[in-house]
């Protein structure tokens, strides 16, 4: 596993009870809008949570009846969601080993961040082959400049984060999708996220050759 990965996940497993309860108020404080815009924009019921982390989201989907999967690249958050009988996996999001075209939605909340920017066009690349055609995507990104290690604790662990502006999510994520709402919120800690809620692009089919 990159060190960078490898950093993050430990970073997030020193503190994974906190995190929890911080991803709880998320969903009930800011998230629930995000969540039912993009629950009504999908086409059908499988969602793939990517970062799924302990769980909290996974959980808010089964409640509204869908069928969603979570992956994950830290065995804590992994077993976790497995304690509260949910679906989920050991999976690295840049590069999630599942079937094409099997899920309407995938839903990333602050999980992209966590990826270095030149690997970025490969994720997309792979996470959009998982959507069926007109799939959704949501995804939420830290507004700013730069990107590398923060300290996460007063212990000193340390996450990997990026940080994205308008522009970035237009080169990054334009090729494959289309923005169906976006929005600035400001977190309680003062950062503020870029929220998108974002349409798989219809692909032409290519053309047949004559041999």
């Not at 969540?35 to 969602?47: A, N």
């Not at 769980?55 to 989907?61: D, K, Q, R, T, Y």
């Not at 089964?62 to 958050?77: C, H, N, P």
């Not at 996220?193 to 349409?199: H, R």
Request: proline content about 6%.
């Amino acid at each position: 596993m990159e060190a960078y990965k490898k950093e993050t996940v430990s970073s997030f497993e020193s503190r994974s009870k906190s995190y929890e309860a911080s991803l709880v108020e998320v969903l009930e404080k800011f998230a629930r809008p995000d969540m039912e815009r993009f629950i009504g924009g999908l086409r059908g019921p499988r969602v793939l949570d990517i970062g799924c982390g302990p769980g909290v989201f996974l959980s808010a989907f089964r409640e509204q009846g869908l069928d969603a999967m979570g992956i994950d690249l830290s065995d804590v958050m992994v077993q976790r969601c497995h304690d509260k009988g949910l679906h989920a996996k050991k999976m690295d999001i840049e590069n999630p080993i599942l079937y094409p075209r099997s899920f309407h939605g995938i839903w990333a909340n602050a999980a992209v961040q966590h990826v270095p920017k030149e690997r970025l066009p490969n994720m997309i690349n792979n996470i959009s082959r998982l959507l069926m055609p007109e799939g959704m995507m949501f995804v939420s990104l830290p507004e700013g400049e730069g990107e590398g290690f923060l300290e996460d604790t007063p212990g000193g662990a340390k996450k990997w984060v990026t940080h994205f502006n308008e522009e970035d999510v237009s080169r990054y994520f334009g090729k494959k999708f289309e923005i169906v709402h976006a929005e600035k919120r400001i977190m309680p800690d003062q950062r503020t996220y870029l929220t998108y809620l974002l349409k798989l692009k219809n692909e032409a089919p290519k053309a047949f050759r004559n041999f």
